[in-house]
């Protein structure tokens, strides 16, 4: 016993270091559970689009399709497997003739389940012959942001890129 008395000091600073080198170990664990926690429960914001005709598809380009509706307004859909949080909208008209008006919508959505669609105020009729790029930001559950960006040309989806 006298033994481990004397070497008290000693004992307690090789423990502390183990438990300093236990602690590091557990945070880098934790750090990769979450990474992977987020990449299941991603979400993803886009705009809502119907099936087209096969001619229509060959004759534009391939992977593009036309802006559904729902109502008359164009609607946003979360396909991704995970809520988008805090989502801010922007559609903006590109292609406005000199001296006409632009076309700037914006808008928010606080919660968007995933699969939930939601009507915004951008009338369908809006979008033809008429150029928009569409902007989301947004955050998943870890608060980590995500931005989906979408061309869309006379009504019909061009580009989409999800970040």
Do not use: W
């Not at 689009?49 to 008359?72: K, M």
């Not at 989301?136 to 559950?141: E, I, P, R």
């Amino acid at each position: 016993m006298e033994c481990l008395n004397h070497f008290a000091p000693a004992i307690q600073a090789v423990a502390a270091i183990v438990i300093v080198l236990l602690t590091l170990v557990l945070v880098r664990l934790t750090g990769r559970y979450v990474q992977v926690s987020e990449a299941l429960q991603k979400p993803c914001v886009t705009v809502k689009s119907e099936a087209r005709l096969g001619d229509e598809v060959i004759l534009d380009q391939p992977f593009t399709a036309q802006v559904a509706q729902t109502a008359g307004n164009v609607v946003l859909l979360n396909v991704g497997p995970g809520p988008a949080l805090n989502l801010h909208f922007d559609f903006r008209q590109t292609n406005a003739q000199p001296g006409n008006p632009v076309t700037h919508l914006t808008g928010f959505i606080d919660y968007l389940q995933p699969g939930e669609q939601r009507q915004v105020h951008v009338a369908r009729t809006s979008l033809p012959n008429r150029d928009f790029d569409f902007a989301a930001t947004y955050n998943g559950l870890s608060t980590k942001k995500y931005q989906t960006t979408i061309r869309i040309e006379d009504g019909v989806i061009k580009s989409f890129t999800f970040k």
